[in-house]
């Protein structure tokens, strides 16, 4: 079976999963948490926080003859 690669798809998976096997384990992996300041893991509640996310895309046109 291939894997899901359209965000639809990936929903629908995650949905029709039950709750009992799906395991969530943020940053589980040691190359990752290596990089991330211990501080962050002392309150792991705080991960699973609702929050926006704002995202702000900016594009600059530049004459393709100068630097």
């Known amino acids: 079976a291939r894997l899901p690669t359209s965000l639809e798809d990936i929903r629908l998976l995650l949905d029709q999963q039950p709750e009992a096997q ?3 384990t943020p940053y589980e ?23 926006a996310l704002i995202n702000y895309a900016t594009m600059e046109m530049h004459q393709s003859d100068r630097v």
């Open 22 to 24: 799906f395991q969530w």
């Open 29 to 51: 992996d040691p190359t990752i948490r290596a990089v991330i300041p211990d501080e962050y893991f002392q309150n792991p509640n705080a991960w699973q926080m609702k929050v």
